[in-house]
């Protein structure tokens, strides 16, 4: 076994316990970790990291069910157009991209790159929102109240979105549930994982029939990971993850600005 697949697998125990102490975040580097120390192609990683993000959102949800603190008819209502969305992402449009997008001079700029650069950005942005969150539970509110255009709208975007990067865009979707659903921020987060594991499980499903999955190695994986949040929501009890959130955005701010400069200059 190779070094980088060591720090492949180490990885994997690493997306775990960052999800188990700060509640999000740590299924952003999945991707990376598929592409750069395990060698996998970008599209395929991606179906992977949908898996992977899948199971793992599934445990917080189950946790988070156990307490209360999940509102399903809010993740029904956001799911259903997330998970249509992701599905024929993943499905036809993922498949659909052509190999080669454009070329800039003497450099070609393929699928794979594209993937990854855009996947970058993702990383920019779930980066700046844990940097800039200040850790507040937000106001709570007594009755949820829904508007369903935004949040049939942000639910197709959040689909098409962790449809194309395998992540599962939770920075994108707790904001929505605070602001469309009026959710206090607490089932905010809890509802968040529901939707999550359903919408990115159903993506991966658009996966089987155009990609070779190999098994093993994505459940041994997937194992690590969830081992990982065990591991990590036992840390909680003598480290306060919310303190370690903003330092783990700029980690993911600079492997973000890592993947562009290596995708676009080498």
């Known amino acids: 076994m190779e070094i980088t697949e060591i720090l492949g697998y180490i990885g994997a125990l690493f997306i775990g316990v960052v999800l188990g102490l700060i509640g ?3 299924s952003i580097l999945t991707v990376p970790i598929f592409v750069y ?3 996998i192609n970008p599209v395929t990683a991606t179906a992977y990291s949908l898996f992977v993000v899948g199971l793992s959102a599934l445990v917080g949800a189950f946790q988070n069910m156990k307490k209360g603190l999940v509102d399903f008819k809010t993740a029904i209502v956001f799911s259903i157009p997330a998970f249509i969305a992701v599905y024929i992402t993943r499905k036809f449009i993922v498949p659909a991209i052509p190999q080669t997008l454009f070329t800039v001079g003497d450099h070609v ?7 990854m650069v855009f996947f970058a950005i993702i990383m920019l942005l779930a980066a ?6 200040n850790g507040k539970e937000g ?3 007594t009755k949820v109240q829904f508007n369903y255009p935004l949040i049939v709208i942000e639910g197709l975007g959040v ?5 194309v990067v395998g992540a599962g865009g939770g920075f994108l979707i707790i904001p929505a549930l605070v602001l469309l659903a009026k959710l206090p921020m607490k089932k905010a987060v809890a509802t968040s994982l529901l939707i999550i594991a359903i919408k990115s499980l159903i993506g991966f499903i658009g996966d089987i029939e155009n990609l070779d999955i190999d098994w093993t190695f994505l459940l041994s ?3 690590l990971s969830i081992g990982g949040i065990f591991v990590g929501i036992w840390l909680n009890n003598f480290i306060d993850g919310k303190k370690l959130k903003k330092g783990f955005g700029w980690f993911v701010l600079l492997m973000a600005l890592y993947i562009i400069l290596k995708e676009s200059f080498l």
């Open 139 to 141: 106001v709570e509110t």
């Open 159 to 163: 689909g098409l979105l962790t449809g």
């Open 221 to 223: 994986f997937s194992a």
């Open 37 to 39: 120390l395990l060698y």
């Open 128 to 133: 700046i929102s844990m940097i800039r969150s």
């Open 24 to 26: 999000g975040g740590g």
């Open 109 to 115: 700029i393929t699928k794979n790159v594209g993937i």
